[in-house]
């Protein structure tokens, strides 16, 4: 990325910090208290700049071709960050929180169970959970509606990681991962010492994790004992062998599925959150996704094969996605590495927010504006490469994209070819940040909706 001819560098010394920074705590009172409005200022201090997590100095990156840089042109510059390797304690090592060859290996055995042609075999449970869900709704009774979604995006990760589950495991899963994802956020940013703390925050998040290691430990027993095939994750996960023959260990397998359950559900059920709330602010999008919907699926159940022709629908997910994106994620240097005309020492950590790229008016017009037809494809020409990352990218991205596609959008067609969500009138929805935006309570009013078609 350095240019010798044009670029003056600079040491990581020199590199501007936010203000903002307190002793000892660095930035992470911001961090815990109002992080996206704080991140959203960093680009004014430059293409890199430095802030503190606690003692420990982060260079945030917010250009997309430096971000691009670290993810893909030189990957092998860099390994997962600070917040990574204090999540192993954990999470243990996942796709989520591993680096270098342990990362290649499992991803290489992984792969192939989440690659497009794979996907279509969970959709069935996919709208099975949907069905289930809306059949307890009732016209004019208000929902809770990230408490819905939550739950929906839980009950179709559990389904599809164990198809053997016993209602109390799944109990037990569906009440612990939501602790997990809101700790898990909290434990990155502040320091070690916090984590220790004997506080309610600590012992319910080590609870939590607790009662995940105990159902998974007890499913990869019985699958193990039984020996009967199913078409769910862990099978895969028990099947899968490397290049050389060799299985994953019961461990490994562990960190696998928490990693699937914190990703699967954690992007999943706010995007769900957010769509229903952005339909209903919108009334204009809302009824044209209605008539998109009663034209392609005319009444019947979707299905895999109508996502290509909800083209509409594909442009609302997309911008979604924009709209509410993780907000923080880290690497680290294992060598010298020139970023623009900063030269950053091995060891370094580094931050990249799709949460900035995604909101910096120099990529995307009017960023605040929720509008799904900045996607069509006679204007997407204007969006800088590199500066949509929903899922991240290179070896690092999150290999299960298609499939919570796949999930977002079926679920969006299932609900509102029959459904329409009001708001609650002067109810104001807040944002909370756990990996990704979600919205803190959105009390919704159901109503069934007809056709939009004209009768003939």
């Known amino acids: 990325m350095r240019d010798e001819g044009t670029l003056t560098p600079i040491t990581h010394e020199q590199v501007p910090q936010a203000h903002g920074a307190w002793p000892l705590v660095g930035h992470a009172r911001l961090l815990v208290g109002r992080p996206l409005e704080f991140f959203r200022t960093l680009p004014a201090y430059g293409d890199v700049v430095r802030i503190r997590l606690g003692p420990l100095p982060a260079y945030v990156i917010t250009h997309p071709d430096l971000v691009h840089q670290v ?16 999540g ?16 290649r290996r499992h991803r290489r055995m992984l792969q192939p169970d989440f690659a497009r042609v794979r996907v279509p075999r969970y959709v069935p449970t996919m709208l099975e959970g949907v069905r289930e869900l809306t059949s307890r709704w009732r016209p004019d009774q208000p929902l809770e509606v990230t408490r819905e979604t939550e739950r929906l995006a839980l009950t179709t990760v559990t389904r599809c990681l164990f198809a053997g589950l016993s209602e109390e495991s799944a109990a037990l899963t569906q009440g612990s991962v939501p602790v997990l994802m809101k700790g898990t956020v909290w434990r990155g940013v502040t320091p070690d010492w916090a984590a220790r703390l004997p506080l309610p925050v600590n012992r319910r998040f080590q609870r939590a994790s607790d009662d995940i290691s105990l159902v998974v430990s007890r499913m ?16 895969t ?10 299985p994953l260990t019961d461990r490994e397998i562990h960190d696998q599925v928490v990693t699937f359950y914190m990703a699967g559900v954690e992007t999943t059920s706010a995007a769900l959150a957010w769509t229903l709330h952005e339909l209903a602010r919108h009334r204009d999008v ?28 594909a442009r609302i997910v997309n911008e979604v996605l924009r709209q509410y994106a993780i907000w923080f994620q880290m690497r680290r240097t294992v060598r010298p590495v020139w970023l623009g005309r900063v030269l950053l020492p ?26 799904p037809d900045r996607w069509l494809t006679s204007r997407t020409g204007r969006h800088v490469k590199h500066a949509f990352l929903p899922f991240g990218a290179g070896v690092h991205k999150c290999m299960g994209d298609n499939f919570a596609l796949v999930q977002i959008s079926l679920a969006i067609a299932a609900i509102c070819s029959r459904w329409r969500l009001r708001p609650v009138p002067e109810y104001r929805v807040r944002k909370v940040i756990h990996a990704t935006v979600h919205p803190d309570r959105l009390p919704m009013i159901p109503e069934h909706r007809h056709s939009c078609r004209s009768e003939p």
């Open 88 to 103: 192993k304690s954990f999470l243990g090592e996942g796709l989520v929180t591993s680096s270098g060859e342990l990362h």
């Open 71 to 86: 993810l893909v042109t030189e990957a092998r510059s860099f390994s997962r960050g600070y917040v990574h390797d204090k």
């Open 286 to 313: 809302e009824e044209r996704l209605h008539c998109e919907l009663d034209t392609v699926l005319d009444g019947r159940d979707p299905a895999y094969e109508d996502l290509p022709r909800l083209t509409y629908l």
């Open 346 to 371: 091995a060891g370094a950590e580094l931050i990249y927010s799709p949460h900035i790229l995604h909101h910096d008016p120099r990529w995307f017009d009017d960023p605040d504006r929720f509008d």
């Open 237 to 246: 996960l028990l099947n899968a062998r490397d290049e050389e023959g060799r």
């Open 220 to 235: 990869i027993k019985m699958y193990r004992a039984t020996e009967q095939e199913h078409s769910d994750v862990l099978t």
